[in-house]
Every structure is written in C-alpha cells, then in structure tokens.
C-alpha cells in the first residue's frame, strides 16, 4: 500500500500524480492543470460513450472526505458550467449523494421525475437522462463519474453494462489518482499556474506528500513555468503532476532536499548551488549543473533554478560555428566500444545519423588508396600507443574527392591502455575556393566603397552567428558573467574578437577571450574556428595551458599565417581560485577591494606563429566582491596614446561601477566602458564570484 | 605615400625587409604577398626584418612578421627582427614574439624609452 493516506495530505493540489502519457496536458499555456487531465479523461470517456450508447456528456467528480463534491473535469458541458467548477454540497437530497453513500450507480432516465425527486448538481433542459456511477479506491467512494444523454435513454440492463463497462478504465484510473492524494481539493494552483505561465524564468510550485507519521516523504508538481526545462528535457507544462524523487530520485542526495524542508520549515528563502546534479535515472545526462533558489508558497514551495551549462544553447552555437568551420568531432570509447560523431562528421561523410558513424575500417576504405596506409598508420599509433593523431588524407566521399584532417588525442589508463579517442575532422576542401571567393569579395567591396555597408551588415551577422552577445549578465558556477562586444566603427575592420564562457563538467567555470589578427570575414572564420576548436577541446582537458597548446597546433596546421592572441581561465568555486594561461594577450584585470590590479602574465606566446610550444599557467585568489575583467586591446590600445593610459580609464570605470553598485556591478561596467580605439572591434567579458552558500 | 617596404638581397644571402611608418591592417596582406614573392625567388639564407622606421604595427602587423618566420623556417633560413621602437618593442613582448625572435630591447635613451618596461604587465589603478 501506499505509505501515504490521502486525507493527511495537505497539498491541495489539482492535478494528479505521475501521469500516464495520456494525462499530459494538450493544451499548453492555458487552464488549470487540474482540468488539463481531467478534461482530457472525460473527453476520451465520453467519447467512447457516445459511440457505445449515445452519451452526449462527461463529467468526472472528486468525493471529499468532508463531504463535499468537486467537478474536476468534463466534457461535452457549457462553459458556464464549467465555471462553477467545485464544492457541490453532498445534500441528502441530491443525486449525487445518493451515488456516494449507497456506492452504487444512479440511473436517472427521466429529468421530470429527476428533478422532482433530487436536487440536481448540474441542471441542464437539454440533458433528458443522466447517470451516476462511483469510483472507489478500495471500500470508499473517491469520485463520481457522471454520464448525460440528450436523447431519453431508457437504461435497460444491456444499456447499463455497456456504460459501466465502458466506464470501467476511466474509473479506475480516476480511482488510483484521487486516492493517491495527488488530488484532493483546492484549485489554489491554477491561479499560481496562470503566474507561472508569464513568467520567463524556469520555476515550479511543489506541495508536499507526507506519511502518517506526518514527515515529508515527497514532493508534487503543482505548476510549473513554460521557460522550465528539468534535467530530462521536460517543458514546464509536461512536469505538473509528477512527483519529485519519482523523476528527480538524485534529489533526495542533494542539498536541494535539505533546503526543501528548511524552508518548509522556517519559511525563510534559501539558495542553493551552484551544485552538480548527478542523476542516476537512464537517458538523463549524468552531470548537470544548476543553482536553485527555494520560497515558501502557502503549504508548499516555490522553487525556480538556473541551469548552467546551458547546454541546449550551447549545443546550438557549437552546431553554427562547426558548420562554419567545416569542423566536427568525434569520440569514441574503446571500452564500450561505442563512436559518437558530430552534425558536422555526418555531414563531411554524407551520412545520414540514423545510420550512425562509420567504423574505422570504413573510413579507412573510403581514403585514396595512396592515402591510406597513412591514416591507418596515425590511428594504429593513436590507438596503441596513445600518439596524437594529425593527419591529412584525401577521401572519396559521394563522388567527389575530400580534403580531409583529422586531429585525436587518445585517454590512456595507468597500464597504457587507450580507453577513449577524442578528435576533430576538418573538411579542408572548400577552403582554397572559400579563401579565393572571400578575398574576391574583399577586393569588390574594397572597390566599391559604397558597398562597406553591406560588408559591415554581412559582418555583424555573421559575428552575432557565430558569437552571440548576450544581452544580459548571466550565471554560470560560481561566477556570474557579463559580455560586451563594441564593433569597430569602420565598417569592415569588425570581426576578430571572441569569447567563450562555459559550465566545465568538473564544476568549474571556463572563461575565455580571444582576438585574431585582421579583420572581416577571414578573421571573423578563423574565430569561429578557434571558439570551436576551444569548445571541443575542454571535453579533453580543463587546464587552461594545454588548451592554450593544442588551440595553438589547430591555428598553426589549419591556418598558413594566421595569429591569434587569448587568455583562457578556469575558475573552481570550491578553491574560490583562478587558473589561467595568455597567449600574447594582455593581462585580466582582477579588482579586489574595489582596486583594479593586472594580473602578472605568465608566459606564453601568441597563438599560430610555432607549431610546438607550451604555456604556462597562474592562479588568482578570487571571492565574493571581487570583479575579473577580460578584454582584447581595442579596449585600452589607441594610436598615440600609451596602453597604461587606457588601463587607468578603465580601472577608473571598474571602480566606479562596483562603488556605484557593490552587489551588481557587472551591467554598470560593461555598460560603462568603451573601446579607446573606435578603429578597432572590442570584447569584454566581466565576471564575479558568486556568494557562496 | 611612400611604400611601406623595401626588399633588399645583401650579397650574402640574406634578405633584409625594411618597414616604414604604420603597418597595419590596410597594408600588411599586400606587403605580406610581396614578402612572399621575393622569398620564394631569392631562396635567401637568413630574412632579417627592420622595424626602425615602423610608426605602429597591429595585430596584422604583428601576423606578417609571423608569416616571415615560417617562410624563413620553411627554408631553413636565420630569421631576426631588428631595431623596433619602444612601442613595438611593447607590442612584441606583450605577444611573446620578442623571445621567440631573439629581439633586443631598445636601449635606453630610444624613443618612448621607459626605465622599468620589463615588469610583465602595466601598472594599473589608483
């Protein structure tokens, strides 16, 4: 049995309990959730009815165990019906009553003799005929299901069967979700859905579930909001109903669970995280992150979260800048012997991903002959003896010849053996013609200088596909960021600039900005290339100077005399410390006690002039109050002015903004700086450390 | 205006490459072709490039002489870069490429010349 009683449940909820798909809301965005279900079940069973014996209308009721009725769903019944939707008083004289205290049907043929004999809960000319029938979970009534003919039905004993059997599902299931306590009374929830639904951040409003003994066993999802999305990928709408360790069993392990009841407890609103959330449920990623902030709602929760890797958007942006790049990646895992391959791999080998990825050995049959020994060779050495990979080959793929580049780095166990292979696969074939059309282009629109302006329109597109600024500080662990990019003012000088910001999946926080020599759109692809390359790379490592070191070899091979200059950092909430590497960049600034410092460079060159070469890395204490600032030189660089004018401004702007604001910061800084050089395309990425809790 | 380079073969084999006023954006992909070119022809045993004349150098600046670099490597060549102003000295330090092409640092009583540039990074605040 289950360990809850309904009649201690105090979550006055409207919608039932871990749903069967059926019971999912159809009709997103309006309406109580309560009538979503119901609705949906009365609709079917009157449907069924219908067909059986001409029924016109459904009515599903709650039996309370104070007494009263309350219409939870209906169909075929007018509006104005509807709307008086609960607390029918159980009048000894109503009809209704009768079904529930005899838990037997009631079969009302005639409305005259109906109305003479009982008051009728829902009173209505058109309906001639009407039955009752009680739903019951175990040896008490729960519900009523309610069935009215438009037509006089005379109920004989084949009429009766056929509804009661028809019935018969639709009772149970009803019977199951109203003794379960997920559904017991107050309609409180619609209105806080209807809240719910305009809001544009993820939250949701949990009741509790207790046991007798009074404890809190579980949680239900009374509302939730559209913008929500849970670990599994379930929309807001599709949540309302289910419970909370049903879905979310981690929950009961995180520090979420304690915050719950504290808060249930005292009332006082709590903040949790940012907190990895392992998952054990299969098909829900094992690792996400998220921060959640928890009120008290009436007797249950209001709960909204933040999640922060973000990893849909990512996902997107990723997707974008492979197609740009001509770049995808690969993984395999040796062990399980399982390959996982990127949009873009599909799409350089013209596959379609349903199929899956090739094996090696077709990839390997697909190289010109004279090309493949050698990439047999890099793979066996890869694979064997853990050699990175960075080979060229040519591939007859859908008719036509490929220029191929595959990079790979091999993950080795202590006794040398290979359990997975990262990599990337660049598809190099359209570059030469992509090179040739773009300088064409450029030297047309060098030209026609009237044409600057379109140059410039093409360039901020592409600079907002490649790199979306988002308009507003946002959260990842630890850290909230702010981003701010200033175009150049000369129209065709826009493009070098990027940055990265990502939730890593040990927990800390990869923070990056980059600038790549030139401007337009061969600039603007090399960083498409670069933040890709970036993004792909740290599934193999976190450590700011190895990926420093391998983005330098990808400039370097892919990139005949291309430059880049970059700063990468990683911030660890827990050590409240960051670690960062530059690559010819100039130096973050990092403002402690409202006085903004440079942090000392450690070595390293600028990115693409050596194929070989290593960086070194540097940490930086770094807490709550304090403000990190990454830029590129446009920021403090101007002709005939020297670099520590510009930092002064700067610094001056940084402790100006956190005087002004002390908690928020962020908008007032990036809002207040500007490029020195209006020549020159500007990126700024701000950051603080989020209180810890 | 003048043109911001001039390409000299020394006799010896080496290449000199001298740079005038600013180079930047609006000329560095052109001088870049032109080095190329010469390269290619003269199949030089040492590129020396000569910064005394250069007013600024940008990032594409900065990326033309990285292309000499691995022009001079891709012919076993010596590669140096000579005589740069304190500012573009600045410049090639801050990208790491002073080390990298053995530069000197101007000697003091050069133009722009600041007693303590070595510190790695600017002071900054107050």
């Given at each position: 049995?289950?360990?809850?009683?309904p009649?201690?449940?105090?979550?006055?909820?409207?919608?039932?309990?871990?749903?069967?798909a059926?019971a999912?809301?159809?009709a997103p965005?309006?309406?109580?959730?309560?009538?979503r279900?119901?609705d949906?079940?009365?609709?079917?069973?009157?449907d069924?009815?219908?067909?059986?014996?001409g029924?016109?209308s459904v009515?599903?009721?709650?039996a309370?165990?104070?007494?009263?009725?309350r219409?939870?769903?209906?169909?075929g019944?007018?509006?104005?019906l509807?709307?008086?939707?609960?607390?029918?008083?159980?009048?000894?004289?109503?009809?209704?009553?009768?079904?529930?205290?005899?838990?037997?049907p009631?079969w009302?043929?005639?409305?005259?003799?109906?109305r003479?004999?009982?008051?009728?809960?829902v009173?209505?000319?058109?309906?001639r005929s009407?039955?009752?029938?009680?739903v019951?979970?175990?040896?008490?009534?729960?519900?009523?299901?309610g069935?009215?003919?438009?037509?006089?039905?005379?109920?004989?004993?084949?009429?009766?069967?056929a509804?009661?059997?028809?019935?018969a599902?639709?009772?149970?299931?009803?019977?199951?979700?109203?003794a379960?306590?997920?559904?017991?009374?107050?309609?409180?929830?619609v209105n806080?859905?209807?809240?719910?639904?305009?809001?544009p951040?993820?939250?949701?409003?949990?009741?509790?579930?207790?046991?007798d003994a009074?404890?809190?066993?579980d949680?239900?999802?009374?509302a939730?909001?559209?913008?929500?999305?849970?670990?599994a990928?379930?929309?807001?709408?599709?949540?309302?109903?289910?419970?909370?360790l049903?879905?979310?069993?981690s929950v009961?392990?995180?520090?979420?669970?304690?915050?719950y009841?504290?808060?249930l407890?005292?009332?006082?609103?709590r903040?949790?995280?940012?907190f990895?959330?392992v998952?054990?449920v299969?098909?829900v990623?094992?690792e996400?992150?998220?921060?959640?902030?928890?009120?008290?709602l009436?007797?249950g929760?209001?709960?909204?979260?933040v999640?922060?890797?973000?990893r849909q958007?990512?996902?997107?942006?990723v997707?974008l800048?492979?197609?740009?790049?001509?770049?995808?990646?690969?993984?395999?895992?040796?062990?399980?012997?399982?390959?996982e391959?990127?949009?873009q791999?599909?799409?350089?080998?013209?596959?379609d991903?349903v199929?899956?990825?090739?094996?090696?050995e077709?990839?390997?049959?697909l190289?010109?002959?004279?090309?493949?020994?050698?990439?047999v060779?890099?793979v066996?050495?890869?694979?064997?003896?853990?050699?990175?990979?960075?080979?060229?080959f040519?591939a007859?793929?859908?008719?036509?010849?490929?220029?191929?580049r595959?990079?790979?780095?091999?993950?080795?166990?202590a006794?040398?053996?290979?359990l997975?292979?990262?990599?990337?696969?660049?598809?190099?074939?359209?570059?030469?013609?992509?090179?040739?059309r773009?300088?064409?282009?450029?030297?047309?629109?060098?030209?026609?200088?009237?044409n600057l302006?379109?140059?410039h329109?093409l360039?901020?597109?592409?600079?907002?596909?490649?790199?979306?600024?988002p308009d507003?500080?946002?959260d990842?662990p630890?850290?909230?960021?702010?981003?701010?990019?200033?175009?150049a003012?000369?129209l065709?000088?826009?493009?070098g600039?990027?940055?990265?910001?990502?939730?890593?999946?040990d927990?800390?926080?990869?923070?990056a900005i980059?600038?790549?020599?030139?401007?337009?759109?061969?600039?603007?692809?090399?960083?498409?290339?670069?933040?890709h390359a970036?993004a792909?790379?740290?599934?193999?490592?976190?450590?700011?100077a190895?990926?420093?070191?391998?983005?330098?070899?990808?400039?370097?091979?892919t990139?005949?005399?291309?430059?880049a200059?970059?700063?990468v950092?990683?911030?660890?909430p827990?050590?409240?410390?960051?670690?960062?590497?530059?690559?010819?960049?100039?130096?973050?600034?990092?403002?402690?006690g409202?006085?903004?410092v440079?942090?000392?460079?450690p070595?390293?060159?600028?990115?693409?002039?050596?194929?070989?070469?290593?960086?070194?890395?540097?940490?930086a204490?770094?807490?709550?109050?304090?403000?990190?600032?990454?830029?590129?030189?446009?920021?403090?660089e101007?002709?005939?002015r020297?670099?520590?004018?510009g930092l002064?401004?700067?610094?001056?702007?940084?402790?100006?903004?956190?005087?002004?604001?002390?908690?928020?910061?962020l908008?007032r800084?990036?809002?207040?700086?500007?490029?020195?050089?209006?020549?020159?395309?500007?990126?700024?990425?701000?950051?603080?450390?989020?209180?810890?809790? | 205006?003048?043109?911001?380079?001039?390409?000299?073969?020394?006799?010896?084999?080496?290449?000199?490459?001298?740079l005038?006023?600013?180079?930047?954006?609006?000329?560095?992909?052109?001088?870049?072709?032109t080095?190329?070119?010469?390269?290619?022809?003269?199949a030089?045993?040492?590129i020396?490039?000569?910064?005394?004349?250069?007013t600024?150098?940008?990032?594409?600046?900065?990326?033309l002489?990285v292309?000499a670099?691995?022009?001079?490597?891709g012919?076993?060549?010596?590669?140096?870069?000579?005589?740069?102003?304190?500012?573009?000295?600045?410049?090639?330090r801050?990208?790491?490429?002073?080390?990298l092409?053995?530069?000197?640092?101007?000697t003091?009583?050069?133009?722009?010349?600041v007693p303590?540039?070595?510190?790695?990074?600017?002071?900054v605040?107050?």
């Open positions: 049995m289950s360990p809850i009683e009649g201690r449940i105090r979550s006055q909820a409207s919608a039932g309990q871990a749903a069967p059926a999912r809301p159809d965005g309006c309406g109580a959730p309560a009538a279900w119901a949906a079940e009365a609709a079917r069973l009157r069924r009815l219908a067909a059986a014996t029924a016109a009515i599903l009721m709650a309370e165990r104070d007494g009263t009725l219409i939870i769903g209906a169909a019944v007018p509006a104005d509807i709307v008086q939707r609960y607390r029918v008083p159980r009048d000894a004289d109503a009809a209704v009553a009768a079904a529930v205290t005899g838990c037997r009631v009302l043929p005639d409305l005259d003799s109906a003479e004999r009982y008051r009728l809960a009173d209505r000319d058109e309906w009407r039955a009752w029938l009680p019951r979970s175990g040896d008490r009534v729960v519900g009523l299901i069935v009215f003919w438009e037509r006089p039905c005379g109920f004989d004993a084949a009429t009766r069967r509804v009661a059997r028809t019935a599902t639709a009772g149970r299931r009803l019977g199951e979700r109203l379960s306590g997920a559904d017991d009374g107050w309609d409180g929830w806080v859905q209807s809240v719910l639904d305009m809001l951040v993820a939250a949701a409003v949990l009741s509790p579930l207790r046991d009074g404890e809190v066993v949680y239900l999802i009374q939730a909001s559209p913008a929500g999305v849970d670990v990928g379930r929309r807001g709408p599709e949540m309302i109903g289910l419970r909370v049903t879905c979310y069993p009961r392990d995180s520090p979420v669970w304690t915050a009841q504290q808060v407890a005292d009332a006082r609103p903040e949790v995280g940012p990895t959330y998952e054990a299969e098909g990623p094992a996400t992150s998220y921060s959640v902030r928890v009120s008290r009436g007797s929760l209001l709960v909204s979260w999640r922060h890797d973000e958007r990512q996902e997107e942006r997707a800048a492979e197609r740009l790049g001509n770049l995808g990646w690969f993984d395999r895992d040796l062990l399980a012997d399982r390959t391959w990127s949009d791999v599909y799409r350089i080998y013209h596959r991903p199929a899956g990825p090739l094996s090696l077709a990839i390997a049959e190289a010109l002959p004279e090309d493949a020994p050698g990439f060779a890099a066996t050495a890869l694979t064997g003896r853990g050699e990175p990979m960075n080979v060229g040519r007859r793929v859908g008719g036509a010849v490929k220029y191929l595959a990079y790979a780095e091999a993950v080795r166990d006794t040398g053996r290979t997975r292979v990262y990599g990337m696969v660049q598809d190099l074939t359209a570059r030469e013609v992509d090179r040739e773009l300088g064409h282009a450029q030297r047309e629109l060098a030209e026609h200088r009237r302006e379109a140059e329109r360039a901020v597109e592409l600079q907002q596909i490649i790199l979306p600024v507003a500080p946002w990842l630890g850290l909230r960021v702010a981003i701010r990019y200033l175009p003012e000369q065709a000088r826009i493009g600039d990027w940055y990265h910001a990502t939730a890593l999946p927990g800390q926080t990869l923070l980059g600038d790549v020599a030139g401007h337009g759109l061969p600039a603007a692809a090399t960083m498409a290339r670069l933040r970036l792909a790379l740290t599934t193999t490592t976190t450590d700011p190895e990926l420093l070191r391998l983005l330098n070899r990808v400039l370097f091979d990139d005949d005399g291309a430059t200059t970059a700063v950092a990683c911030y660890d827990v050590r409240q410390l960051l670690t960062w590497a530059q690559a010819g960049h100039p130096a973050p600034l990092l403002a402690r409202g006085e903004p440079a942090l000392s460079r070595g390293g060159l600028l990115l693409g002039a050596i194929r070989e070469t290593s960086y070194e890395t540097a940490t204490p770094m807490s709550a109050g304090d403000v990190l600032l990454l830029y590129t030189d446009g920021l403090v101007r002709p005939g020297t670099v520590e004018e002064e401004r700067v610094a001056a702007t940084i402790t100006e903004a956190i005087r002004g604001a002390p908690d928020q910061p908008a800084l990036i809002g207040g700086l500007h490029q020195a050089n209006p020549g020159d395309d500007t990126c700024v990425l701000a950051a603080r450390p989020l209180v810890a809790r | 205006m003048d043109e911001p380079v001039r390409i000299s073969e020394q006799g010896d084999g080496t290449l000199e490459v001298a005038f006023g600013d180079i930047d954006f609006a000329n560095a992909s052109t001088i870049r072709e080095v190329r070119a010469v390269v290619a022809e003269a030089p045993t040492a020396r490039v000569d910064l005394a004349a250069v600024f150098l940008d990032s594409s600046g900065i990326a002489l292309t670099h691995r022009l001079a490597a012919l076993g060549a010596r590669y140096s870069v000579v005589n740069p102003t304190s500012t573009v000295y600045e410049h090639l801050l990208t790491g490429l002073a080390g092409f053995g530069v000197a640092r101007p003091a009583g050069g133009p722009r010349d303590g540039a070595d510190r790695s990074s600017p002071p605040g107050r």
